[in-house]
Every structure is written in C-alpha cells, then in structure tokens.
C-alpha cells in the first residue's frame, strides 16, 4: 500500500510539474510584441496580429510584400506549410482570426490560375482560383534586422 501511494504521489508531482513547465514553456514560445505582432519562437516567426482583407491571391501578395508594420517592412505572404503550422501553433490564439480561410503564396502545381489556402475553421488545406476572396496574414523572420540601404557608387 505504501508502495502504490508513493508511485501515486510521483505521478502527480510529475503531472504538476508538466502542467508548470508547458505553461511556461508557452509563455516562452508565443510573444505579444505589444505592437500589432505575436512572435512565434518555436519557429522563429513573427505573424500580423490583425486580419487583412479579403482580397485576390495577387493583391495578397502586393498587400503582405508592401507591409510596413512594427519597424519592419520585410513581411511576405506565407506559404502553405507556414500557415498550416500557425493554424496547429499555440500561437495561433494570440492573433486576430477572421474565418474561414487565409491565402498562401503557395501556387497549385497543376493549375497555376489556383493558390492554396488554409481553412482556419478547421485546418483544411484548399486550393482555389486566385480570382476568389480570401483574408491575409502577413510573416516575417522574427530575428532578422531591419535592413539598411546601401548605396553604392561605382
């Protein structure tokens, strides 16, 4: 008996014990910027909090790649797998979510007039024609540094 209340009391040590660290480990992770973005440190991402659109594939595209947010204009749209991580990101709760569905940069292989998107109702992953409505989220490497511009004269 006292054997299975030690090995009970192990367990649930154990088990607070995880409870603690994923919390923290969460808190590490997903990072409220305070300044319209949520960095994602499990991947290194830093992610719009504020939905855009809808709006076309190319607009998307023009929309995200023309992004100034933060001190930082070197957002792009994601690609499918970036997105779909998101959708499975703990992160994902941290940002502003307009359902269903967001665009990806990612082009169908078999049909160029289609890009691929990702339902955020339920993780599905679609393609369809660039022509269609969809939101925007824009992403950018969480550690890179604002870029300068160099002037060279030759």
């Known amino acids: 008996m006292k054997k299975l209340y030690a090995v009970a009391t192990m367990a649930f040590v154990l088990c607070l014990t995880g409870l603690v660290l994923s919390g923290t480990a969460f808190a590490d992770r997903c990072v409220d910027n305070g300044d319209g973005t949520v960095t994602d440190n499990g991947t290194g991402l830093m992610w719009q909090k504020a939905t855009a659109g809808p709006m076309n594939w190319d607009a998307a595209m023009s ?6 947010l933060a001190g930082h204009s070197d957002w792009w749209l994601p690609g499918r797998d970036r997105l779909e991580e998101l959708y499975y990101s703990p992160c994902k709760g941290m940002i502003e979510l307009s359902f269903p569905a967001y665009w990806s940069s990612t082009t169908n292989a078999n049909n160029t007039n289609n890009a691929w998107h990702v339902n955020f109702n339920n993780g599905n992953v679609n393609n369809n024609n660039k022509s269609n409505s969809y939101y ?19």
């Open 136 to 154: 925007v989220r824009a992403v950018r490497n969480a550690h890179s540094k604002p870029r300068s511009r160099v002037i060279r004269k030759f």
């Open 63 to 68: 929309y995200a790649s023309g992004l100034s």
